[in-house]
């Protein structure tokens, strides 16, 4: 699925690294961390162990490098819809949810990663941590901003609207995953339109 | 952790099989589905393998018996809290809160499983996909109700309110396993409150 082995060719080695990143993210998605060997990984690039391992010296740097570059892909992706535009909260939000629902099986590799790292043990575990910490902070800031605009309830706790507009996120994913028919970027769009327009009692 | 090895001794049946399924459950939560085998089983409940296999012949029957047997847990530990009360589903949905708050390992096995049960060859994709659509009818279904009696707005649409509802506590657990100073609970009952007192734009 997806990437072509293309075996013996020497490729730049900013180009190998994505393809090898592509690769890992996909075996990621379908087997899980621990269902994942650097050999599987190796197998669907078309290099050998050794090849792999001079770019991406254990599977825990693998895997911290597929979702880094991952996080950092939506970012781009984010600068460009709003590129010189007054991103508003609902339209963000909502747009991120349309990027998503292109794209399965990404969702379903943070989803899986995310899990699996509730474990102490797991070697994403600090950074899905960190990622949910920072995720809280940019929509809570964002609450703020809003809020002195007029455009959302000053009543709103701007920490406790971030956490519930990120896990309504998350958990309407899932279901979506699990049950693609559902139309989960409507029911999100309407939850934060019910929240802008609720008179106000606060979310905390 | 929890269950203490009893070697050698003769347990009645169900009495072993609840010591087996205790096990099996932290197991899980800790290794996920493809990091535990039967052995650490067997080896944290102080019996054999084939004493194990006795009982549950696969991994594959283990889990779905964990899972099944936590659900029918929830639905003995619901029905106590209201029994003989009108459930209201503000209430019932806080209270299935408060007491997932109070257990975080069963609520880590069962966001690892349905996360791992996404690849459709995992033993509870199907149990995962029977869970949600279940849950969601339950939930429509009580939408419908307090819609007739007026405690919710006639205009919400009860299947998308269901799925919101259930990826909203979703999320929120994620959140608070990796952050337990998450109050998911009061966050939730606030969405909830949102809800039931909103004007009345359909959730869908």
Chains 1, 2 share one sequence.
């Not at 087997?31 to 254990?58: C, E, I, K, M, N």
């Not at 008179?199 to 905390?204: D, E, L, V």
């Amino acid at each position: 699925m997806g990437s072509e082995p293309v075996t013996g060719l020497r490729l730049p080695r900013a180009q190998r690294r994505q393809q090898i990143l592509a690769a890992a993210a996909e075996a990621f998605a379908e087997a899980g961390f621990r269902g994942t060997s650097l050999a599987d990984v190796a197998a669907r690039v078309g290099v050998s162990q050794p090849g792999l391992l001079h770019h991406y010296p254990t599977k825990e740097a693998l895997i911290l490098a597929v979702l880094a570059e991952r996080d950092e892909d939506d970012r781009r992706h984010l600068d460009e819809v709003f590129r010189g535009t007054a991103m508003n909260l609902v339209d963000w939000l909502t747009t991120l949810c349309t990027i998503n629902s292109e794209r399965p099986e990404l969702v379903r590799l943070f989803a899986v990663a995310a899990a699996e790292s509730l474990h102490p043990a797991h070697p994403a575990h600090t950074y899905f941590q960190e990622r949910y910490e920072r995720l809280r902070g940019s929509v809570a800031a964002r609450v703020v901003i809003e809020q002195d605009e007029g455009r959302l309830p000053g009543a709103l706790d701007p920490m406790a609207t971030a956490t519930e507009l990120l896990a309504l996120m998350d958990g309407l994913q899932m279901q979506w995953l699990v049950q693609p028919g559902i139309d989960m970027c409507a029911i999100y769009r309407n939850a934060l339109e019910r929240l802008a327009t609720h008179a106000g009692t606060s979310a905390a």
